[in-house]
């Protein structure tokens, strides 16, 4: 019955659909690194362990549903030669929230920059406004990475232990990633920037014209890659300034 734990075909397929997960994760991470920026250091921290748990129960859901989310493949209806599929419908929906949301974030810091209507808010209500976008974006996030899982491995452990394994580095990995947000504020619109990017190409794949990642993840690294340009240059401009004074 457990045969398949001596396979090396098996840990291979793990090790691979690890590094999937984990890529699929990235979008994930920037989008609970730009929510919980919002919180108190502590909130913050409570809001990103929950949410990275409430993935990682979502995913695990999903994959004991396996039979529901290959349901999820099959086409309802066609527009424009485009078969259209639950999972385009989830995937378009989570973009447009996306694209939502970060302009929304962005509209906030150009007219709010001091945050005083989230003071007004309270803390304990943006707290759980906080959680509750987590939990949708979730699950949306979660139907792409399962189905991708799901076309990789056959077997369900092995599924398991891949998202396991992913959502543990997604965490370590979300902890530089709110902190760097946190310290160098310009990085949020940054951030934000992204998380229209990822949008965008969540509709676009919901509506049948799919973006390699690679291309958007490129993207992503070649702009922060600009950005710590221009943050260590911030850096050395005021350490030559303080020597100065």
């Given amino acids: ?22 890529i699929l994760g990235i ?5 609970i690194s730009v929510l919980v920026s919002r919180l108190p250091k502590e909130q913050a921290d409570k809001a990103r362990q929950f ?33 259209v599929s639950w999972r385009d419908v989830i995937l378009i929906g989570g973009g447009l929230f996306l694209l939502f949301k970060a302009t929304h974030e962005i509209h906030g810091a150009v007219e709010d920059p001091g945050g005083e209507s989230l003071k007004k808010a309270g803390a304990s209500a943006t707290f759980m406004a906080i959680i509750g976008q987590i939990i949708i974006i979730d699950m949306v996030f979660s139907v792409d990475s399962i189905v991708t899982a799901i076309g990789m491995a056959q077997h369900v452990p092995v599924m398991v232990a891949a998202v396991t394994i992913a959502m543990f580095v997604m965490y370590i990995g979300s902890i530089p990633i709110s902190k760097f947000i946190a310290e160098h504020p310009t990085t949020k619109m940054l951030a934000l920037a992204f998380l229209l990017l990822i949008g965008m190409s ?31 240059i911030n850096i050395r401009k005021k350490k030559i300034k303080a020597g100065e004074a």
């Fill in 1 to 22: 019955m457990m045969e398949w734990i001596s396979d090396p075909a098996i840990w291979a397929s793990l090790a691979t659909l690890t590094a999937m997960e984990i």
């Fill in 27 to 31: 979008d994930n991470i920037v989008f």
């Fill in 51 to 83: 949410g990275l748990a409430l993935a990682l129960v979502a995913r695990i859901v999903m994959l004991v549903l396996l039979a529901w989310i290959i349901g999820l493949t099959a086409p309802l209806f066609t527009i424009f030669a485009h078969e």
């Fill in 202 to 232: 969540l509709v676009a794949d919901g509506l049948g014209f799919h973006i390699p990642k690679g291309y958007i993840y490129f993207a992503m690294a070649f702009a922060t890659g600009v950005e710590s340009i221009n943050i260590l």
